[in-house]
Structure formats: C-alpha cells, structure tokens
C-alpha cells in the first residue's frame, strides 16, 4: 500500500523551500514537487536580533504560493521547520502566527542538533554510500551550509549519527558582518577567515579520518554548478557531483575577488543567492580543508529528512482538509 502524502517546509536563512512527496514501494521518495523561493528571512537578523517587517512579508507571500500546492497533491500531513535565523530572532513568534494563519499547522523552531540530524539523514538517503562490509564501517561527513549557521555531522554509512554541531557560520551572516565591500577586501576576507577557523578549531566534530564528505545546501550546490560550468542550473548534474579541496579552494577565491553583480553573470546563480554566495564559499572552503575526501554536492538535504520523519517517525501535522 502506497504511503501517505506530506509536506515539508524548510524555513532558512535565505530560503522557503518545499518538498510533496510519499515513500513507493522500494522505500524511496517519490517526488510531487519541490519548491525554492528566496524569502531572505534572515535579513538584518545578525546585526538587529528581529525580522525585518518586509522579510515576513516575503516569506508570508511564499507560504501563501505554495498552500494550493500541497493541497493540489493531497497531502495530508506535514512540517513547517525554522532553523537558524528564527533561533535569533526575537520576533519570531510574529511570523509563526503568520504561518499557522496560512498554513493551519504549527510551525516548529528547530535546534541545531535536530537540524543537523535531519540534515544527515536526508543527505544519505539520496547519495550511494556503496555495500557490505564498508557500508556500516566508514566515516561519512554531512556539511549543511546555510545562511545562519553551518552543520557538520558526522556518522556512518548505516545512518547512525556520532558527533554534531551547529557553528553560527553561514553565507549571509559572513558577508552580514564581515564581507561589507562588494567585492569584499583582503582585509575583511582574513578577518573572516580567521573567525570561521577560531570556530572549526573548537569544533569537537572529527574531520581528519572522513571517508565519504558529503555538501547539502544551496551554497555547495550552487558552487557544483559554478564547478561544472552550467551556464543554467540542472539539479541532475549537481547531483552527486565531486569537487577536490583544490577546486573548492579556487572556486572561492574567485567568488571572494567578485562583485554580486559579476557571480550572477556566471549563470546558474540565482540573484538573492548572488549576494551571499562569497560568505558561504569561504566558509565550505575553510572545512573542506580539513576534510582528506573529496566533497561530495547532494541535492537530498534536510527537506528529505522532514519528510522521512513523518513517514517514519510519525511527526508532522494534520493539515486541513
């Protein structure tokens, strides 16, 4: 028998996203739709500890674009999650009221540990982690880069989590409070790099024995197509797409050395992510180094991870019929 249908709602820093999907009969996820607008929720957030009136706007906008969506696919339960920028927000029970308003289900502030598990188990349920005996041995590593904050999670191949942390590094508030010239200065760039660095050495996450480095998020994503040289963005090919530590490390030096204007020219970057792209790319740059494998881009990520908790874990909503 088919499963039933869900929603998930991914509430970031920059990003709305939505997954409608249902688990068929091999125990995978069948996709209805996924959805990606830029709310840029998170907007001001670092300096003001608010959202900004305009910012629940947009994002109040989004919500109301993709209700007919999740209804028009018949969904039946589903999750609203609210990671970084709501953690700092003030005002966040605002926006919430908004949301269950159009929504007519309680929208959920996650930690960053939940965060970081649902991140993980979204990454490998969409990326071939190989069988037998290496499949429940080997150290596989989950990098979600957002606009707030950067998960590293570390586990194994049969899913089992070991280490998390959720580091207040991401692409909006690096450029927010450090990358203020477009492009940014030598000076601000260092200063930034010396942060995220003071950030990873304290990290109590293992990064040396990695074997399977895996990047979720829309900064690793984007970097993959800047990598591929796709002049549009093809989910596809960004899929499961490799990069060494060298070409993560030139890949962000040129974004550093360019103007928002001058990244989106390169084609497969959308305009909001343009503005921040820079501040991401250092920061995925600064932890790929210290990981010895190759990153790996995945387009599963924490919306397949809300999902797979209410088909398996029983979380979620009723949503209205």
């Known amino acids: ?22 688990a068929d009969e091999t125990g995978n996820l069948k996709e209805f739709c996924r959805e990606l607008r ?11 500890g608010v959202f900004a009136d305009e910012a629940m706007a947009r994002g109040w906008a989004i919500v109301d674009e993709y209700v007919p969506m999740i209804r028009k696919f018949g969904a039946t339960k589903a999750r609203f999650v609210a990671t970084s920028a709501a953690r700092d927000a003030a005002n966040r029970d605002v926006f919430f009221d908004g949301v269950r308003e159009r929504l007519g289900i309680e929208p959920e502030l996650i930690s960053g540990d ?30 979600d880069s957002g606009g707030g904050s950067t998960e590293l999670v570390r586990g194994d191949r049969s899913g ?28 601000q760039i260092g200063q930034a790099r010396v ?32 990598h591929l040289g796709l002049k549009e963005y093809d989910r596809e090919q960004v899929h499961g797409c490799e990069m060494t530590t060298a070409d993560v490390e030139s890949l962000a030096d040129k974004l550093l050395g360019m103007s ?62």
């Not at 109590?204 to 690793?220: C, K, N, Q, R, Y």
Request: net charge negative; aromatic share 2%.
């Open 160 to 187: 089992e989590m070991s280490q998390d942390i959720s580091l207040n590094i991401g692409s909006r508030r690096v450029r927010e409070r450090y990358l203020h010239d477009d492009p940014p200065t030598a000076e």
């Open 260 to 321: 928002a204007e001058q990244i989106l020219a390169l084609g497969p970057v959308a305009p909001e992510r343009a503005k921040v792209l820079s501040g991401g790319a250092l920061v995925v740059a600064e932890v790929t180094k210290r990981v010895p494998v190759n990153l790996q881009a995945s387009e599963s990520d924490i919306l397949d991870g809300v999902v797979w908790s209410i088909l398996r874990d029983g979380k979620g909503h009723p949503l209205a019929d």
């Open 195 to 226: 942060e995220i660095n003071r950030m990873l050495d304290e990290c109590p996450v293992e990064l040396s024995d990695i074997e399977t480095f895996i990047g979720v998020a829309g900064t690793v994503t984007t970097m993959a197509a800047l």
């Open 38 to 48: 830029f709310a840029g929720l998170g907007q001001g957030v670092d300096q003001s």
């Open 114 to 143: 939940e965060e970081a598990a649902l991140s993980f188990s979204g990454a490998i349920s969409g990326i071939d982690l190989g069988e037998g005996s290496q499949a429940a041995t080997g150290a596989v590593l989950v990098m």
């Open 1 to 22: 028998m088919m499963a039933e249908t869900v929603a998930a709602l991914d509430c970031g820093t920059n990003t709305l996203r939505l997954l409608v999907a249902t």
